[in-house]
C-alpha cells in the first residue's frame, strides 16, 4: 500500500495517503506537503476533494520525469531500481491509459538482442528498415523462450524479439497495441508476415 504521508500547511495529517499516488507507484515513499487542502480533511473528504486530481497527476509525472532522468544519466542505478520495483511500475500500462505510453518508455525488456535489458526506444532503434512490428514472445522464464521454435524465422531475417517474462507483461500488453507508431506483435499468436514480395514470389515459384 501507499507509504506517502500527507501535510497541510507543515500540519501532519495522515500516513498511508492512498489519493497523492496511483497503486502501481505505490513504492514510492516520502511525503506531501500541500497549501491547497484545508487542514481539517479527512481520508472520506479526500476522495471527492477536486484538489486531489491536479496533485496526484502532477507528483505522477513528477515520479516518471525522475525515473526517465535515471535511466538517462545512471543506466545501472535504473537497471537495479527496475529489478526490484518493474513490475509494479508496468502494472501502470494496463492501469492507466493517460501515462501508459510514458511507463512504456522506461520499461526495459529482455530480448533475443545479447544478455542486458533494453527499452523499446532501443528496439526500434535497432529495427532493420524492413521491419514494421515490434514483436515479442511470453513465457515463464528466458531460458525456455530462447528454445522457442517460433524465433527460428525471426532470426533468419535478423528481426529482435522481446521475451516478455513478468506476470504482468501478460495483461499488460492487452492495453500496450502501439508504440512510437510500431504495433506489438505476439509471435505466437496468429499469423506474422515476413515475407516481402520477392521472397513470397521466390517461394511460390519454388512451390
Not at 526500434?124 to 531460458?143: C, H, N, V, W
Not at 524465433?151 to 500488453?173: C, G, H, I, Q, S
Request: glycine share 4%; hydrophobic share 35%.
Amino acid at each position: 500500500k501507499s507509504r506517502l504521508s500527507l501535510y497541510v500547511k507543515r500540519v501532519f495529517i495522515m500516513d498511508d495517503c492512498e489519493e497523492l499516488l496511483p497503486p502501481w507507484l505505490r513504492f514510492v515513499r516520502g511525503l506531501v506537503d500541500s497549501n491547497d487542502l484545508p487542514l481539517n480533511v479527512s481520508r472520506e473528504t479526500l476522495q471527492h476533494s477536486r484538489q486531489m486530481k491536479p496533485i496526484n497527476k502532477r507528483l505522477t509525472g513528477k515520479v516518471l520525469d525522475t525515473l526517465k532522468g535515471m535511466l538517462k544519466e545512471d543506466r545501472a542505478a535504473y537497471e537495479k531500481f527496475f529489478g526490484a520495483f518493474g513490475a509494479v511500475l508496468k502494472e501502470g500500462i494496463y492501469y492507466d491509459e493517460e501515462h501508459k505510453q510514458a511507463v512504456a518508455a522506461i520499461a526495459l525488456f529482455d530480448s533475443t538482442h545479447g544478455t542486458e535489458r533494453h527499452t523499446l526506444d532501443e528496439y526500434i532503434a535497432r529495427m532493420p528498415e524492413a521491419q514494421k512490428e515490434i514483436y515479442f514472445l511470453s513465457g515463464t522464464d528466458r531460458r525456455s523462450l530462447e528454445a522457442s521454435p517460433h524465433l527460428e524465422a525471426f532470426r533468419k531475417k535478423n528481426y529482435e524479439v522481446l521475451f516478455l517474462t513478468d506476470p504482468v507483461d501478460e495483461f499488460a500488453m492487452q492495453r500496450l497495441t502501439e508504440y512510437a507508431g510500431k504495433t506489438l506483435t505476439s509471435i505466437e499468436r496468429g499469423e506474422v508476415e515476413l515475407e516481402d514480395e520477392t521472397e513470397k514470389e521466390a517461394r511460390e515459384e519454388k512451390q
